[in-house]
């Protein structure tokens, strides 16, 4: 097993810069809006589809802690989940974001075909869900720490239906107390038109077998390799229908 030597590790960068960046394959474009008109829209869309937040985190293939995150944060830290939660409301990626109906927000796309309507959200079977992640990447690991929910992107490997990454031993994404941990891995295209994630979740530990640990890239000073066992696999597809 062999990672890229540019692979990232586990240290986060933090969610500053212009509002208009890339993320994941992704540009953002969007009218201002605070996260606060954000996440009273979401919850103003839940009551009116009688929906708990629980089931819309389902649906859209996240826990509701990383769900309240995405919420916190805004469209600058992960817009393919926000794309996803769009999807579940019925609305527009623009309308949830910036509250501006399709109409006015196809001006400000590339050229191309219109949406049709609101995106469509479909399921990946188990074996796409790991096919998906390939051999390594970059993905985002959830939990809950003693100061609260910590999400932190992580450079991963795929071993024998686990996932790998590296991390300080004592930091924040070390094994220990807080439950199961999620591990979620989306892309999108550049235009938000179509994409998918993949969320796993389960127990932490860290990787002790000689064997295993001689294969794999020495990790930073006074870092660690830690695996996550997923006991749930799920994974969502999205697509917006377009016309002609």
Same mark, same amino acid.
């Given at each position: ?67 309240? !995150?995405?919420?916190?944060?805004? +469209? #600058?830290?992960?817009? %393919? $989940? ?6 579940? @409301? =019925? ?12 109409? !006015?927000?196809?001006?400000?796309? +590339? #050229?191309?075909?219109? %949406? $049709? ?6 399921? @990946? =079977? ?119």
């Amino acid at each position: 097993m062999k990672a890229r030597p540019d692979e990232p590790g586990g240290t986060a960068p933090g969610p500053t810069g212009p509002p208009t960046r890339e993320v994941t394959g992704v540009t953002t474009e969007h009218a201002p809006a605070t996260t606060t008109v954000i996440a009273r829209r979401f919850a103003d869309r839940l009551a009116d589809l009688g929906l708990g937040e629980a089931q819309a985190a389902a649906r859209a293939g996240m826990s509701t802690t990383y769900l309240r !995150r995405v919420l916190e944060l805004g +469209p #600058d830290f992960d817009p %393919p $989940a926000l794309l996803r939660l769009a999807a579940v @409301l =019925g609305l527009e990626y623009e309308e949830l974001v910036a509250g501006r109906p399709a109409e !006015r927000a196809a001006a400000a796309r +590339p #050229d191309g075909p219109a %949406p $049709a309507g609101p995106p469509v959200l479909g399921e @990946l =079977g188990v074996a796409e869900c790991w096919q998906r992640l390939g051999a390594h990447g970059l993905g985002r690991i959830a939990r809950t720490g003693p100061d609260g929910p910590v999400v932190r992107p992580v450079g991963y490997l795929v071993h024998e239906h686990t996932v790998l990454y590296r991390t300080a031993g004592d930091g924040a994404l070390a094994p220990g107390p807080g439950g199961d941990a999620a591990f979620e891995v989306d892309r999108a295209d550049r235009d938000l038109r179509e994409g998918w994630s993949v969320l796993m979740i389960g127990p932490l530990e860290y990787v002790t077998e000689p064997a295993l640990l001689a294969e794999l890239p020495a990790p930073p000073a006074h870092g660690r390799w830690v695996r996550l066992t997923p006991t749930t696999v799920t994974g969502r597809s999205i697509r917006t229908a377009r016309r002609e």
